[in-house]
């Protein structure tokens, strides 16, 4: 069985200004997450979608539609009454747990600030998210109306899942708390894969050592050939 720490939905990370808005992006959470690994195909009910991520079905079909338009998904038949979405294979993503996803203390418009957001925290693998772009310039990366963030975020705050920090500099910098919306995931998965990166490293470097040890055993063996005298 998964292990449920590590059971996550996978949202593709642009790495720049998003093309599609915040909630496009928790639709495609939605979907994603009945999601067939081998098929990378789902087709689940528009229903089932909108019940699990907590939004009307007129905002669902229009995420849908923009989801499509922007090659995020495709249709590529139906099973029975619902349509077979498919998925494409991402390099780049942010990982989501599925209790964030279903969380109905946390409203649509929140969870979707909160998951357009992830791409641009620093320090996640600390539990504690840390974004140090302005609000004004936040909302243009996620695409999100500045007025509809600034709600979000005030919103956020009064449940203490973001604070605001004052830096020497005058700025200000927005810290996420992780673990009080169901996303100790990324911390968990983030370390995870720092303990792979130093376990290839660390083969990296036997490897080269043992490479090293063959090469000078042969330079030995090259030389016993030639009769010389190794001391």
Do not use: W
Request: net charge positive.
């Amino acid at each position: 069985m998964e292990n449920k720490e590590k059971r996550h939905i996978e949202l593709p990370s642009t790495g720049g200004i998003n093309d599609i808005t915040p909630q496009d992006q928790l639709v495609y959470l939605g979907l994603r997450s009945y999601m067939n690994k081998d098929t990378m195909q789902a087709f689940p009910s528009q229903e089932s979608v909108a019940q699990r991520i907590g939004c009307c079905r007129n905002t669902l079909r229009k995420c849908i539609q923009n989801l499509i338009d922007k090659e995020y998904i495709k249709i590529v038949g139906k099973q029975g009454r619902n349509k077979i979405y498919q998925f494409n294979k991402l390099k780049q993503f942010e990982p989501f747990s599925y209790e964030f996803l279903e969380d109905r203390s946390i409203s649509f418009t929140q969870r979707a600030l909160l998951a357009s957001s992830q791409q641009y925290m620093k320090n996640k693998n600390s539990g504690t998210g840390v974004i140090k772009y302005s609000k004004m310039e936040l909302a243009e990366l996620i695409n999100m109306p500045y007025p509809t963030l600034v709600k979000a975020t005030r919103e956020l705050a009064n449940k203490d899942i973001i604070s605001t920090t004052k830096l020497p500099s005058g700025k200000q910098q927005m810290e996420f708390a992780l673990e009080k919306y169901h996303q100790g995931i990324v911390k968990v998965l983030l370390n995870h894969e720092q303990r792979i990166e130093n376990t290839e490293d660390k083969v990296y470097i036997l490897e080269n050592t043992v490479k090293q040890l063959k090469e000078e055993i042969q330079k030995l063996k090259n030389l016993k050939s030639e009769n010389c005298i190794i001391i």
